[in-house]
Every structure is written in C-alpha cells, then in structure tokens.
C-alpha cells in the first residue's frame, strides 16, 4: 500500500490562478519535503517541514505542515508557466533521518495560458 | 561545485548484460541514495549508504549491488540485467547538518 498519498494526480489550471496539492499519510511524518521536477530532469528541493503547524514560503509558493504531521499542502499562488511540472512529496517515516524518504507518486501540474 | 553527478545519462542494455551506475558528489556529504522511478509509482529506494565502506537495503534491493568506496561516489551495479530494471535511476545525497536531499539529473535505463 502507498504510505505516502498525493493529490491530485494531475492539474490543470489556468495562468493566474491559485492551485493546492495534498500529501497525507497514515502514519506520523518526521520530516515532509517537497520536490519539484521538470520533464526529464532531476529533483530540485523546495521546502523541508518538521514541525506540527510549520508554514514555510518561498515566493509565491507556501507548504503547510499540519498540526498532527500526517497532511501536508503546497499551495501556489498567481500560477505562472514556469510552475509547470511534476511536485512530488517525500517523507522521513522513520525518524532517523538517515534511511531514505518515502515519496509519493506526484502530482503532474500543467499551466494553460 | 557540480553537487550531484551522474554517469551515464542514457543506456540500453540487453537482457542478461550487466552495468555499473556511478554517482558522484562534490559537497562532501555523508548520506547517499540511489532511488529509481517508474511511471506511477513515485520514487522507491534502493538502496543508500551512511557513510563509506558502508551500504544499507532499501525499498527494492533485489537485482542490484552497490558500493561506496570513496565518500564521494556511491556506485550501483546490475549483474545481469531484465527488462523489469527498466527504469529512470536517480541519485541524491544528503549532509549531516541538513536533512534535504539533494539529487542528480538521472540515468535513463532501457533494458530490452
């Protein structure tokens, strides 16, 4: 079973708009990372959350841990082209930090003019 | 500073050849992963390394060996290789300070 939910699965929104994506677990998350990637390419870091309630941005992006760790949400706002790609979520469910994240599947986000 | 690097970017092997991945970073990280990604199945560990002469299983292990030699590399193998590894591999490692990983650009794996 998937430890690790997205979604949605894919997106499309309109240039200008506002869109959110959901990573949930069943389980407590240690750390929650948020990932972007492009067509092709590697995993570019965004934003790391660790604490219950932890609100980060970056731009006009903002991820939001909530307060039991099991959800989090990537909300973009004012979408622009170059927002377009894959945004993955990873996961420390382990706690020791040193085993490897588990991911979700992804969510595909594409950006209509 | 190349951070992560990842040789080669493309190969098509046929089944039964054997390959080796290598893996290199320059930011003198201690943790390092090899991951590999399937279309709708998200990213699934293989298996990563604490620290050298040190490896570790993941998630998927079965059909690949690896090796950290030097702190810097972190080499996966396959011996024999089937069409089931077909696969985009992805490398990443990660400080002891900060716990994001940081990965590289890739290698397309096609076994036929």
């Known amino acids: 079973s998937q430890e690790l939910e997205q979604s949605p699965q894919s997106l499309i929104v309109q240039e200008g708009k506002n869109l959110t994506i959901n990573c949930t677990s069943s389980?407590?998350?240690?750390?929650l990372y948020w990932y972007k990637q492009k067509y092709g390419e590697g995993l570019i870091f965004l934003m790391m959350?660790?604490?219950?309630?932890e609100e980060k941005s970056h731009e006009k992006i903002t991820a939001k841990l909530d307060e039991k760790k099991q959800q989090s949400s990537l909300h973009i706002t004012a979408s622009q082209p170059s927002h377009a790609g894959i945004y993955l979520c990873?996961?420390?469910?382990?706690?020791?930090?040193?085993?490897?994240?588990?991911f979700g599947k992804g969510t595909h986000l594409i950006i209509q003019p | 500073n190349a951070g992560v690097t990842q040789t080669p970017k493309f190969r098509v092997l046929k089944t039964g050849q054997s390959m080796t991945l290598l893996c290199a970073q320059d930011?003198?990280?201690?943790?390092m992963y090899w991951y590999r990604q399937d279309p709708g199945m998200g990213l699934r560990l293989i298996h990563y390394?604490?620290?050298?002469?040190?490896?570790a299983k993941g998630e998927v292990p079965d059909g690949y060996n690896v090796s950290r030699l030097k702190k810097q590399n972190f080499l996966l193998g396959l011996e024999s290789a089937a069409p089931s590894q077909t696969s985009v591999y992805f490398c990443?490692?990660?400080?002891?300070?900060?716990?994001?990983?940081?990965f590289g650009p890739g290698t397309r794996l096609t076994v036929t």
């Open positions: 990443a490692s990660r400080g002891l300070a900060r716990y994001e990983q940081y």
């Open positions: 389980k407590t998350l240690y750390g």
């Open positions: 959350l660790q604490k219950g309630g």
């Open positions: 990873g996961a420390d469910m382990s706690g020791g930090g040193a085993d490897g994240l588990t």
């Open positions: 930011m003198n990280h201690e943790y």
């Open positions: 390394s604490v620290g050298e002469g040190t490896t």
